[in-house]
């Protein structure tokens, strides 16, 4: 099964908007990342976030962790229609980077 | 930045040939390097560890013999379909964790393989 679950499955929004995806995970971790992926290419990494780490900032980019509660969010602000793709969470629980995905989000960032 | 090429990026085949994708790590050494197999519009699923040298390790339910995998550089790590079927199609993605110590990873491109 999944480690991760990623919500929504899908969002549509007006550039300018804030984009906010969420994604849980089933057992402990060494660190969370987030990754994008334009429509049939490969991942580009955007954040890693360890589990000691509550909060983390990459431009745009904002990043949470709750251990207790299994989940990190990632929120893009001020979103453009190139921020249009799939972002994805990935969970690295045993160091080495043996990642494990989520199901991934579809953003679609509208003009 | 690092960068990992993946050849070929699309192949056709007939069923029953056999196929091989190259993963490079172009500008470092990668002891490591990962196979994910991702359906359309679904998530990267982990079909095998490539290590250096060794054997890989796959993942349950994944074939052994029908994904081959053979790292035999710290800069290539590929994966041969065999027998290919045409629920093989799929986009294959690799990923190269960089021996140097921020031992990070970085992706493929992807290959496309549609088994006719």
């Known amino acids: 099964s999944q480690q991760g679950e990623e919500d929504p499955q899908a969002l549509s929004i007006q550039e300018g908007e804030n984009a906010t995806m969420n994604c849980s995970y089933k057992t402990s971790i060494n660190n969370l990342q987030w990754y994008r992926q334009n429509s049939g290419r490969g991942l580009v990494h955007l954040i890693l976030?360890?589990?000691?780490?509550r909060e983390k900032h990459s431009g745009r980019l904002r990043v949470t962790l709750d251990t207790s509660k299994k989940s990190s969010s990632l929120l893009i602000t001020a979103s453009r229609a190139a921020d249009t793709a799939s972002y994805f969470c990935?969970?690295?629980?045993?160091?080495?980077?043996?990642?494990?995905f989520g199901t991934g989000t579809q953003l679609k960032v509208e003009l | 930045g690092a960068v990992v090429s993946q050849h070929p990026s699309r192949v056709i085949c007939k069923s029953g040939t056999s196929v091989k994708i190259e993963c490079r790590s172009l500008d470092f050494q990668a002891t490591t390097m990962f196979w994910y197999r991702q359906f359309p519009k679904q998530s990267l699923m982990l079909m095998a560890t490539?290590?250096?040298?060794?054997?890989?390790?796959?993942e349950q339910g994944v074939e052994k013999d029908k994904f081959l995998i053979n790292h035999a550089s710290l800069t290539l790590s590929t994966l041969t379909v065999t027998s290919a079927h045409p629920e093989d199609s799929s986009f294959y993605i690799c990923?190269?964790?960089?021996?140097?110590?921020?031992?990070?990873?970085?992706f493929g491109e992807g290959s496309r393989l549609t088994v006719l």
């Open positions: 990923s190269a964790r960089d021996n140097g110590n921020t031992g990070e990873l970085f």
């Open positions: 976030i360890r589990s000691n780490e």
């Open positions: 490539s290590n250096e040298g060794s054997k890989a390790t796959y």
């Open positions: 990935a969970t690295d629980t045993g160091g080495g980077n043996k990642l494990t």
